[in-house]
């Protein structure tokens, strides 16, 4: 099961990938260039916006970026009702050498599900990329390739699922 799930979300991937589309999107079904509609800005370039339903859709539940805290323990430093209700993610340029860890574990620890999302290189101003869900398998998941080595990549640890189920965020410059 594990396998195909992944198998058929990398066949997705290819799919849907956009290069010339200003919202970059790895859906779970195909996306033709016409059919992507634009989210709703996050307030700034060089954010995170964290989302309550897959494909970067729902409620905004949280926005994080460079001037945010490096850690958060979203059941002790965040408003109300963020712990555990994000399932996916919205990267917006420009970022460089990111490196974002969502964590089911409150105090970051990985001894559960964890997943990290890395900014290879730079990811330009006016590029969206969508992380739509964080359980993306075994199998790394690349969600933008600019070239160059510039590209989003996600990594994941699986334990019982991560979806709707983070505790903690952590970022890190220059990885």
Same mark, same amino acid.
């Not at 001037?67 to 993610?89: C, E, F, Q, V």
């Not at 974002?100 to 999302?117: C, E, K, L």
């Given at each position: ?110 001894? $559960?599900?964890? %997943?990290?999302?890395? *900014? ?5 101003? &006016?590029? #969206? !990329? =969508?992380?739509?869900?964080? $359980?993306?398998? %075994?199998?790394?998941? *690349? ?5 160059? &080595?510039? #590209? !989003? =990549? ?22």
């Amino acid at each position: 099961m594990k396998i195909y799930k992944t198998l058929f979300f990398a066949g997705l991937l290819l799919a849907s990938k956009l290069t010339s589309a200003q919202i970059v999107t790895g859906q779970w079904q195909p996306v033709a260039p016409n059919d992507v509609q634009p989210l709703s800005p996050l307030p700034q370039e060089g954010l995170f916006g964290f989302y309550q339903e897959w494909n970067g859709t729902g409620n905004l539940v949280l926005t994080y970026g460079n001037h945010s805290t490096k850690a958060l323990n979203l059941k002790k430093t965040t408003p109300s009702g963020a712990n555990d209700r994000i399932k996916s993610m919205v990267l917006q340029g420009p970022l460089s050498n990111t490196q974002i860890v969502v964590f089911d574990n409150p105090d970051g620890q990985t001894d $559960d599900d964890y %997943a990290v999302i890395k *900014v290879e290189g730079t990811l330009p101003p &006016g590029i #969206r !990329v =969508v992380i739509p869900s964080f $359980d993306i398998g %075994a199998a790394p998941g *690349v969600f933008w390739d600019g070239g160059n &080595g510039n #590209r !989003v =990549v996600e990594y994941f640890h699986y334990h019982n699922g991560l979806d709707g189920k983070i505790s903690h965020i952590s970022r890190a410059v220059g990885q």
